[in-house]
């Protein structure tokens, strides 16, 4: 039963009567502040759990109806499983951070990547060199675009790509060498080559340079990450049909590209040949590009990239892709059905989603359950139904990113050392990595109507943000969604240059139970991007002063 809201008042009265007597009197208006907002949170905590907990992600529900194992150390060593006390097949973002932090807590560790470099799709052909290239492409708009603005003039400027690929390629590479050598430091041992069980303690493992070798261990944790998901009669050839590993390494600028799929990562890949001259089309099925995204802020972003010159096809169905003559010729048709039309493109980049990589683990040999997408069935400590095997990032259910799956390393470790691990899902923030970025925390205002909660937005744009005009750099908004009677934060949502890096402040906050108030009554540097936070709370709870 919920304590009646008086509870907490008596609560508070006491701790600031209990606080005067002990400092002489002398409390302070920040001290006032911290005990109404601890009444605050703990109000919202109690009056929201009976709705968002029974609200929560598919992935937190999978920890209380997936309990197949029962809470344990180390598994029980079977015959001659006594070399390692964690084996990790995958070395990219979970699988590497697993290692390390296994090692650190003292536990024999050697980690299995087929690839030969560590880092996986992440740092290989994905997050790392994806921005570099988002980066480098931007310089060049901003050189083409805004410089002159700025009383900063060249007679010419023009794109050198092998130089951009090279410095991509550089960025990648001593990343990889980095982690290589945290390895070394931690003492994890690393073994290049392919792994799949033979049973539920031992590894055989096809080495990159030849050769096969067993690697036995107590515990071991499956982070093979995820695979591109292909689309029915398409073949992706990587040099006119590109996945997004093929359009990071396109050796031209294509005239026309075209990309299937409104996602994070087909939009940013667009972006970057946007940038540097592609007539860039995306088609997408759905009726809106990325459907996780806030509705609101959405139809902003997508109004801001067609600003950019991206054209947009949606509730668009792709029925075939040729390429056998000089281009490629992509038919099309209303994803209702209707009358078929068709595109012309150079290249097209085939940006459908992923999906979970388990090919040639040989989970089936040793009875670990999966889900009908292929997804490692686990419990609250990342751990199968089978003793021993545990499984984390994008082979399980959750979104596939690169955080969360470090999270989930992390996490999965300490469960297996005997300590306890958390991983709260409905707190993962979400970053699309174009100009302005997207980013945001918690639940969209769709969601939280979903649920039945009475709330409250607040708002604020940069074109109101004085460091944001200063650098005529304003096109954005920030959004707060608040519980109405509490004030509790269950969702932020930013538009801006660099959201991604402005989001942390938000994440912080909902990880604490803040509400509105303590962001707007926490003091900002001036000028920051990061004041547009200060007043969007303010404008949750009561008005903004800027605007």
């Not at 009197?25 to 009444?39: D, F, H, I, P, V």
């Amino acid at each position: 039963m919920h304590s009646p809201p008086s509870l907490f008042v008596d609560s508070t009265s006491n701790q600031i009567k209990e606080r005067r007597e002990g400092f002489g009197n002398q409390l302070t208006r920040a001290e006032k502040m911290a005990a109404m907002g601890s009444l605050t949170r703990r109000k919202a905590s109690l009056l929201l759990s009976r709705n968002l907990c029974t609200n929560s992600t598919p992935h937190v529900f999978r920890f209380s109806l997936l309990s197949l194992t029962s809470s344990r150390g180390f598994a029980s060593s079977s015959s001659g499983s006594d070399d390692n006390d964690v084996v990790v097949i995958g070395g990219g973002p979970g699988g590497y951070v697993a290692a390390i932090k296994a090692a650190q807590l003292g536990l024999k560790t050697t980690c299995i990547e087929k690839r030969g470099t560590l880092g996986g799709t992440c740092l290989n052909v994905g997050c790392i060199p994806s921005k570099a290239l988002l980066h480098s492409s931007h310089m060049y708009h901003e050189a083409t675009h805004s410089f002159a603005s700025h009383g900063v003039k060249f007679p010419s400027v023009e794109v050198d790509l092998p130089s951009m690929m090279a410095q991509k390629d550089k960025a990648v590479s001593n990343l990889t060498r980095g982690i290589e050598g945290l390895f070394k430091k931690n003492k994890v041992n690393y073994v290049k080559g392919y792994g799949k069980f033979i049973s539920p303690s031992e590894v055989s493992v096809d080495s990159v340079e030849g050769g096969n070798t067993v690697v036995k261990g107590k515990n071991i944790i499956v982070a093979t990450g995820s695979d591109i998901k292909s689309l029915p009669g398409i073949t992706i050839d990587e040099k006119r049909i590109v996945s997004s590993t093929g359009a990071l390494a396109l050796s031209e600028i294509p005239k026309k590209l075209v990309v299937i799929g409104a996602g994070y990562i087909g939009l940013e890949m667009g972006s970057v040949w946007g940038r540097l001259g592609s007539e860039v089309t995306v088609v997408e099925f759905a009726a809106d590009i990325v459907p996780t995204m806030d509705g609101e802020v959405r139809k902003q972003f997508q109004r801001s990239l067609e600003k950019q010159k991206m054209k947009f096809m949606l509730k668009t169905k792709v029925v075939s892709v040729d390429s056998s003559g000089n281009g490629v010729k992509l038919t099309l048709e209303p994803a209702a059905g209707g009358e078929q039309t068709t595109l012309e493109a150079d290249v097209v980049l085939v940006s459908a989603g992923r999906v979970p990589f388990t090919a040639g683990l040989g989970l089936d040999k040793i009875g670990v359950e999966t889900d009908k997408v292929g997804r490692i069935l686990v419990n609250e400590r990342f751990a199968t139904n089978v003793s021993g095997v545990y499984a984390i990032g994008d082979v399980i259910p959750g979104p596939m990113l690169a955080h969360k799956a470090e999270e989930d390393g992390v996490a999965c470790v300490e469960f297996i050392a005997g300590k306890e691990g958390h991983v709260d899902y409905d707190l993962v923030p979400g970053v699309v990595y174009t100009h302005p970025e997207v980013a945001s925390v918690g639940k969209t205002e769709e969601q939280v109507k979903a649920i039945g909660v009475d709330y409250r937005v607040g708002k604020f744009p940069f074109m109101a943000n004085s460091r944001a005009k200063a650098i005529d750099d304003a096109e954005g908004i920030v959004k707060i969604i608040a519980e109405k009677e509490t004030d509790k934060i269950l969702g932020v949502h930013i538009m801006s240059p660099n959201a991604g890096e402005l989001i942390h402040e938000a994440v912080l906050a909902l990880h604490y139970g803040a509400s509105s108030e303590d962001i707007a009554r926490t003091c900002h540097a001036h000028p920051t991007m990061s004041e547009a936070l200060k007043e969007a709370a303010m404008a949750t709870y009561d008005k903004p002063i800027h605007i």
